[in-house]
C-alpha cells in the first residue's frame, strides 16, 4: 500500500497489477514552459478548482507532437503537490484497469490526476468503453477527487476517414453527423476542458531556444541560426526539438544554464 502522505506519484503495472511509487520525478516546472501561456493558464484554474473542492472538469491536450502536452500536466504536479495534489500514469494498453486503480484511491483524501499520455485509438479499438464510466459514471458517481488529463495528437482521439463524413447529411439546414463520427465526437466530448496546442512559429521557437540558453555568452545570431537549421533538418519547430538542440549544442563555457525543460 502506498503512503500518498510521502508519495507524490506513481505508475500502474498491469502484469503484476499495482501501483509503482515513483521516488524521482520530472522536475520541469510551469515557468520554463514557453509559448503556451493561456493553455498553461487554463489548466492551472481547474487544477486549482480541483484542490479547492470546486466542480472541475477531465481535460484533454491534444494538438501537435513535442508542443508541451505532457510537460505541462507532469508541471502541474511539482507546482501543487504540496497542496495534495498526485499523479497516476496509466498507459493506453491498460485502461481496463481503471475501475481497480480508482476503487484504491477514491476514499482518501488526497486530490489524484489520472494521466494518460499519447491518448489516441484505432478504428476497432474499444478499450476506450471503461473510460468512459470513469468519466461520466455509472451506477455509482464519480469520486470527488479524481480527474482524468490525458494528451493526444488527435482532436477526436480515434482516426477519422472521408467515408464517414460522406455519411453525414443535412436535415432543414443542420448538419446532422453519420454515427461513426459522432461516436468519435462523443468521446472527446466527455472531458469538459479541451486544449489545442500547435506548432511554434520561427520567432516562438527561438524564444524557447533563448529560454534554455538564458546565460548564453557567444553570438546569439550564430546560436539561432543554427537553431533553426537544426529545426528543419528535423522537420519540427517545438519545445522538444528546442530541448533536442540544446541537448547538442549547450557547451559549459560558453553558457551557465542547465535547466531541464523537457517537453
Known sequence: MINWKLTTAALWREQKHFLRPITLTDPIRLQQL???????????KNTE???????ANNALLWGARGTGKS??????????????????????????????????????????????????????????????????????APPNNILLYATSNRRHLMPEYMSENLASELVEGELHYADAIEEKISLADRFGLSLSFYQATQAGYLDIVDSYFADFKGDRMQLHQAAK??????????????????????EPDNSGTTDDQTV
Open 34 to 44: 514557453v509559448g503556451i501561456d493561456s493553455q498553461k493558464h487554463a489548466l492551472m
Open 49 to 55: 478548482r480541483f484542490l479547492a473542492g470546486l466542480p
Open 71 to 140: 510537460s505541462l500536466i507532469k508541471a502541474l504536479l511539482n507546482e501543487y503537490q504540496h497542496r495534495g495534489l498526485r499523479l497516476i500514469e496509466v498507459y493506453k494498453n491498460d485502461l481496463h484497469s481503471l475501475h481497480d486503480i480508482v476503487d484504491e484511491i477514491r476514499d482518501l483524501p488526497q486530490k489524484f490526476i489520472l494521466y494518460c499520455d499519447d491518448f489516441s485509438f484505432a478504428a476497432n479499438d474499444n478499450s476506450y468503453v471503461a473510460l468512459k464510466t470513469i468519466l461520466d459514471g455509472s451506477i455509482e
Open 229 to 250: 537549421m537544426f529545426a528543419a533538418a528535423r522537420g519540427s519547430r517545438s519545445g522538444r526539438t528546442a530541448k533536442q538542440f540544446f541537448n547538442a549544442y549547450f
